[in-house]
């Protein structure tokens, strides 16, 4: 009703906000109109592409039907395009794929057409062609939908992907059956791991090796039983739960490796107490198995059974062992050093003599080590125990050598103020060592041959025999035969000392232990004046193999002081040695192989393909250097045969 209690103004303002009201309603109105007009063409774009959606789904069912072929693939898409055309009735569809045509029964040539090419492995394959037999009866707006078009756009591609699909599930199906038959058949054991740690493969090689059959294995977790008691994993297992290098080596400990061979596979070898009746040593590889995207999905494993190798290494090492110990003792008798042919000889006799109380001759050249050697028989023997007395006969008058050797008594000659043991005496129970007895008189020679027949002994001014324990060894660097001839030594004398003969070499006579014996100085005298030296120059070991050493080992020994004493650097060189050594000596290269060049590359091609080209074993077959060997290489251009 009419409220006659307001004025004038206020109705007029109350019908401008209705008028403004009804605006708005108005332009809402329009609003929903238009959005409803949009829904609509929405809907009606979507009903329109019903089909469309539909024969996607459909080729989609299609190609995921299990064992389906490329050819009853392309035969189901030909007639799913069909019903999916704006007049299915009079519509034909072919598709082509190298040589071969996949058509719809109906098909045949006609001019309201549309095609799409489609690629494979980004190469073009084929194409898809759709065609309507007769004239379309709205052909004034064209002879194909906007959405047809896509669609054989979209299917065109949707084929490419597909064959390639099946392309690689065929390949990835012949390899894989051509796999499991190498695998199979291979005479290595081997199995493999899928990515859930179910063994797929387990072929009779491995049977063989572990006494488990296939069946009991694949499709199972069980690996670990081949090798283990408990479960634990195997390196395969571990490869497919980690693959980074450091967890694989830390479980193997430092029997682990990275393959040098393989990329990202790795090896260890272990003894597997469990595996047949007494154990096996095995060595294993595992790689992975990854597929196109290099995601691991399965690792291989393989087996080798090493134990009669592992064996015959032990053999061998125990064997090595024996002979660098034999080879050890053979070139270190005592204090003495050699090792040459020579050498040997006085070993086997110094080891003879040990355990006699013999008397024993030592001759040779001053320098040589008579002394030495006189000691290497008392301390390797039943005597080493005892004192050994040494003295040099030639170094003292004959009364003071009398004196020496038998001792006096008081008041025997001027200056013997108290009585005197001798070395007779001293060395009761031991050993005495006469060094250069060649140089003794005729009376010390007469009382020295009572001492070894009678065992006794009177010292200067006493006439009271006394009995000693002895064992006599003498040297000279005299010739004491010729002596007895020309009647300077007596024979008798002679004849009892030497009961046994040990004659040492001159170092002329024995160069092969000249590097053996430089080493030996080199690092005493290096060790005693406190020296940082390296080593010696080769050039220093020539200039050794080729000076006559008049002066024997004693000469050797002078010469190494000398130069380790004058040597400030890291090396001993020719500058450092003394100057009789080097002022009237040059080294001399060793002689040049008077063979052809033809006939040292036909030698060297000939051990380099006997050894399959390993650069070690075809030096010690030549019995030449390594650079000689890659300089004969290198000038030639020898190359390894492909």
Not at 125 to 135: D, M, T
């Amino acid at each position: 009703m009419w409220d006659k209690k307001k004025s004038k103004e206020e109705l007029i303002q109350e019908l401008k906000i209705l008028r403004q009201q009804n605006k708005k309603f108005q332009a809402l109105e329009t609003e929903y109109c238009q959005a409803e007009s949009e829904l609509d063409k929405k809907n009606k774009a979507i009903t329109e592409r019903v089909k469309e959606f539909t024969c996607l789904i459909e080729i989609s069912n299609l190609v995921e039907k299990h064992d389906a072929s490329t050819e009853s693939i392309l035969i189901g898409i030909v007639n799913l395009i069909i019903p999916s055309w704006q007049y299915p009735e009079i519509t034909a569809a072919q598709i082509s794929f190298k040589d071969k045509k996949y058509s719809t029964e109906n098909f045949k040539s006609s001019p309201w057409k549309i095609r799409s090419d489609f690629k494979v492995d980004g190469k073009d394959s084929g194409a898809i062609e759709v065609c309507y037999l007769e004239k379309r009866p709205d052909l004034d707006d064209g002879p194909f939908l906007f959405e047809e078009k896509k669609l054989i756009h979209a299917i065109a591609a949707l084929v490419g992907r597909i064959i390639e699909r099946k392309q690689a599930v065929q390949e990835l199906r012949e390899n894989k059956n051509i796999l499991s038959q190498i695998i199979h058949a291979n005479s290595i054991p081997t199995f493999v791991v899928d990515i859930y740690h179910n063994v797929t493969l387990w072929n009779t090689a491995c049977e063989n090796l572990t006494g488990i059959p296939a069946n009991q294995m694949i499709g199972t977790k069980m690996q670990w039983k081949a090798f283990y008691k408990k479960p634990r994993p195997v390196m395969a297992d571990i490869m497919l739960d980690n693959c980074l290098e450091e967890v694989l080596l830390k479980f193997y400990g430092d029997k682990g490796r990275k393959s040098e061979t393989i990329d990202g596979a790795y090896e260890a070898e272990d003894f597997f107490p469990e595996l047949g009746k007494d154990g096996k040593w095995l060595f294993f590889t595992a790689s992975p198995i990854r597929n196109s995207k290099g995601i691991i999905t399965a690792a291989i494993e393989t087996l080798q059974d090493i134990t009669e190798r592992k064996i015959a290494e032990e053999t061998l090492r125990s064997e090595v062992a024996y002979l660098e110990q034999t080879l050890k003792e053979r070139s270190y008798f005592q204090s003495i050093i050699g090792k040459s042919n020579k050498m040997q000889e006085i070993y086997n006799l110094l080891e003879n003599l040990a355990d006699t109380d013999t008397t024993v001759l030592i001759t040779g050249s001053s320098g040589t080590g008579k002394e030495l050697v006189a000691r290497a028989i008392h301390y390797s023997g039943i005597r080493s125990k005892h004192p050994m007395i040494t003295i040099n006969c030639s170094a003292l008058s004959e009364n003071l050598l009398e004196s020496e050797l038998f001792g006096h008594v008081k008041g025997a000659f001027t200056g013997a103020i108290k009585d005197k043991r001798g070395r007779f005496e001293l060395a009761d129970g031991g050993t005495i060592f006469l060094d250069e007895i060649g140089d003794i008189s005729p009376h010390i020679q007469l009382k020295l041959l009572r001492v070894l027949q009678e065992k006794e002994f009177e010292r200067v001014g006493d006439s009271e025999p006394r009995k000693i324990d002895v064992r006599v060894i003498t040297a000279t660097n005299r010739n004491l035969k010729k002596k007895v001839l020309e009647q300077g030594f007596r024979e008798d004398l002679y004849y009892r000392l030497k009961v046994v003969e040990v004659h040492i070499p001159s170092l002329q006579e024995r160069k092969e232990d000249i590097p053996l014996l430089t080493n030996h100085f080199f690092k005493l005298f290096k060790k005693n004046l406190k020296k940082s030296i390296k080593n010696i120059d080769a050039s220093v070991l020539k200039l050794f193999m080729q000076y006559p050493w008049p002066g024997n080992i004693r000469e050797l020994e002078h010469a190494i002081e000398h130069a380790v004493i004058l040597c400030h650097g890291k090396t001993i060189t020719l500058d450092h040695l003394p100057t009789e050594l080097t002022e009237n000596l040059s080294i001399k290269e060793p002689p040049a192989n008077k063979e052809s060049s033809s006939d040292v590359v036909e030698a060297a091609v000939e051990a380099l393909n006997q050894t399959d080209w390993n650069k070690a074993k075809t030096c010690r077959l030549l019995k030449i250097s390594r650079p000689k060997l890659y300089r004969l290489i290198k000038k030639y251009n020898l190359k390894r045969p492909s």
